[in-house]
């Protein structure tokens, strides 16, 4: 079961406007630059499916979860589980995924990725180490 209380959350501050950073975050086309090459499936509507797929290390996956809440270029939120946790398919094995994003002075933006829940501690530290440079690498495509 996943453990809830198990969180990492990022914020950074983007050169660029709500629009440019919601585009980013929701656009499949981009998602899959800054995914490793994953195809996103959805239409981003409340309660309806998201599926993540691609191939990873010769892998093949199919990622899925739903879409709990959408309030544009504001929050977006998605249950989440992966192959790769190693844990069934079940609701209390999915994670919970949000996007926060807020005015700030002069065109910026500050963006928030959250997420909760993570199978054990080993894939929790593995996601937490890996946070900065992922949304670092997000932030660039976002001011581009």
């Given amino acids: 079961m996943m453990n809830h209380n198990l969180v990492v959350s990022k914020s950074v501050i983007v050169y660029a406007n709500r629009n440019r950073v919601w585009e980013v975050l929701t656009n499949p086309q981009i998602i899959k630059e800054y995914l490793f090459g994953t195809e996103t499936i959805t239409d981003w509507k409340v309660g309806s499916e998201i599926i993540f797929q691609g191939d990873y290390d010769g892998h093949q996956y199919k990622d899925h979860g739903v879409i709990t809440e959408n309030i544009p270029t504001t929050k977006l939120s998605y249950s989440y589980w992966s192959g790769f946790s190693g844990m069934e398919d079940k609701p209390e094995n999915y994670s919970k995924v949000t996007y ?44 581009r």
């Fill in 100 to 143: 926060l994003l807020a005015d700030k002075r002069n065109n910026q933006t500050e963006f928030t990725w959250i997420q909760e829940g993570y199978a054990n501690e080993e894939v929790y530290q593995h996601s937490k180490s890996g946070m900065d440079e992922f949304i670092e690498s997000i932030k660039l495509i976002m001011e």
